[in-house]
């Protein structure tokens, strides 16, 4: 990644970041038949483990200036040291008597700790941990009956089980005081934790589904088919901030433990008795978590359905129609407190050919289509840059691709593809407070993106042209090729507010060149991807909302110019 754009301040790194990734998968497959029926089952088994480390300077920076005061910066805070600046959680201005009797937490100011105690800012320690285990199982089976008869149907059915065990810790190096720390301070797991995130996520699939097809004549075929699905999710587990933080930073974590129980004997039992509920199963620790303060489950059960109908003109040209419906599951929000989010629809209705001409040197396919979206799922940067999900309104999106294929000569293949498309809301994405005193209701709400916004990521035009040329050298099968792609311009957030802020991703296109010869079984490629040597973004990212980070954005990059060579031999 890359800085894009130009601010005042910009922060370095200051944690060595990496990222591990490790994978096994297994797969089987069975064919046969019972009786007139052909069956087939698939069935796979994934095990993968995670691991990083990634630098959160950024984060402290800005959240720091967006406080303006350091607040953010006086989270992160050892039990010694000096300070030139007073702390927000500790003035001794505000509490000469330490500690008061009345409301010790009561935010900004006031007398949460005693000022003897809040030492240096260690800021740059800041850093977020990822430990994460998957597993994914899934099953299906498919009966088919014979293909060869007039009407043909197919029935089967889906299962999958994916389980995500995962533990993440926001940190901050050299020493969260232990009076902020998770299980009262003490606890070597936690001792650098600000926030941890340490839940088990199951996420069950069943579907059962079905076609049919009707030869209605020699060259007219209709096939209808239903699938009928059910999503369950459950998480479970500790999510939030050490009781340290509650109503000051704060209110998911220990304070939905058992909090009164928790501190007898630790440096906070005087100061954090606020009276947290034990809704949950109390202090005690859960398969090494603080406590169990999440157990959340959404099910659902829909269906969809699709209708085609396609017509052989020739032995060489078809057309067809398609109505189809599909679907992508909901589920529960990273931080969980904040509910679930449902299962989006989308309705495409569409024309398309299949065909070749010039005694078949030449292919030209392509469709036609309209699409109703409906319920769409918003991906968006929330408090303190957690990533929600949200059920958004209706939209639609018309377009045309179109590809081909040209045998130009014995030697000469030319290949290209284009897709235009014209996507927008079909109504406004509600709503933003523009109250000048920020509270809902004290003025006309502002959508967040009015009927007819583009939608982002995706360019209006896109396309490519590839060219091949074969021919002998010196006794060698030899080979130039040259491919050029094209991208159109998108907007980057659906969000006017926030997409203003980090702007349009631009235009770009990338020119890859390659050769090669071999003979017998053996050959010797040469690339050159990107030669012009493109800089684009492809998306751009940031380490807090824009509205707290502004135009400090990164671009994520197109692969930069690389020169490779591959070497091949078959035996």
């Known amino acids: 990644m890359s800085p894009v754009g130009c601010v005042t301040y910009v922060s370095g790194r200051s944690q060595d970041e990496f990222f591990d990734d490790q994978w096994s998968l297994i797969g089987l497959t069975i064919e046969g038949s019972i009786g007139n029926f052909d069956v087939v089952y698939a069935g796979s088994y994934l095990d993968r483990k995670v691991q990083g480390v990634t630098d959160y300077t950024d984060y402290s920076y800005w959240y720091d200036v967006y406080g303006t005061t350091g607040y953010y910066a006086d989270l992160h805070f050892a039990d010694t040291g000096a300070r030139t600046i007073p702390n927000a959680f500790a003035d001794p201005a505000e509490c000469p008597n330490y500690p008061t009797p009345e409301d010790p937490m009561s935010g900004l100011g006031g007398c949460t700790f005693d000022p003897a105690d809040v030492g240096t800012r260690v800021m740059t320690g800041a850093r977020f941990t990822n430990d994460d285990r998957y597993t994914k199982t899934n099953h299906e089976i498919r009966i088919s009956t014979d293909p060869t008869k007039s009407i043909r149907g197919l029935i089967g059915l889906f299962s999958q089980k994916q389980f995500h065990d995962f533990e993440q810790h926001w940190q901050v190096l050299g020493g969260v005081a232990t009076i902020m720390q998770l299980n009262g301070g003490g606890d070597p797991r936690f001792a650098d934790t600000v926030y941890l995130n340490s839940m088990y996520r199951t996420d069950r699939d069943t579907a059962f589904f079905g076609s049919v097809s009707f030869d209605i004549s020699d060259d007219l075929e209709l096939t209808v088919g239903t699938r009928f699905f059910e999503p369950d999710v459950h998480v479970k587990g500790f999510f939030g901030f050490p009781l340290g933080f509650q109503g000051i930073w704060g209110t998911d974590g220990e304070s939905q ?310 070497l091949t031999l078959d035996f």
């Open 257 to 566: 433990c058992d909090a009164d129980a928790a501190r007898v004997g630790t440096p906070q039992e005087e100061v954090w008795d606020i009276g947290a509920t034990d809704a949950f199963n109390g202090q005690a620790d859960w398969k090494d978590k603080p406590c169990l303060n999440v157990d959340k489950r959404q099910k659902e059960s829909d269906s969809v359905s699709r209708v085609n109908l396609s017509w052989s003109v020739s032995d060489d040209n078809m057309v067809y129609f398609t109505w189809s419906e599909g679907y992508r599951p909901g589920g529960i929000q990273r931080r969980p407190t904040l509910g679930t989010y449902l299962s989006d629809f989308l309705t495409n209705i569409e024309v398309g050919w299949k065909s070749q001409w010039l005694d078949n040197r030449l292919r030209f396919n392509g469709a036609i289509f309209t699409q109703d979206w409906k319920d769409i799922q918003i991906g968006l940067t929330g408090e303190n840059a957690i990533t929600l999900v949200d059920n958004g309104p209706s939209a639609s999106v018309d377009g045309i691709e179109v590809d081909l294929l040209w045998l130009a000569s014995d030697n000469l293949r030319i290949s290209a593809a284009a897709a235009f498309y014209d996507s927008k809301l079909e109504d406004d994405y509600c709503c933003y407070d523009d109250g000048p005193d920020g509270i809902a209701g004290t003025a006309d709400d502002t959508p967040l993106a009015p009927k007819g916004t583009r939608l982002p990521i995706t360019a209006d035009v896109k396309y490519n042209i590839v060219a091949r040329y074969h021919f002998p050298m010196g006794g060698f099968d030899s080979y130039v090729q040259g491919a050029f792609v094209y991208q159109g311009d998108r907007d980057s957030d659906l969000n006017q507010f926030t997409g203003a802020i980090t702007g349009v991703l631009p235009s770009y296109s990338t020119l890859d060149l390659s050769a090669g010869f071999g003979k017998d079984d053996w050959s010797v490629d040469f690339f050159i991807s990107n030669a012009t040597g493109e800089d684009a973004p492809l998306l751009f990212t940031q380490e807090c909302i824009p509205e707290t980070c502004g135009d400090q954005r990164y671009g994520v990059r197109i692969r930069p110019r690389t020169i490779s060579a591959r």
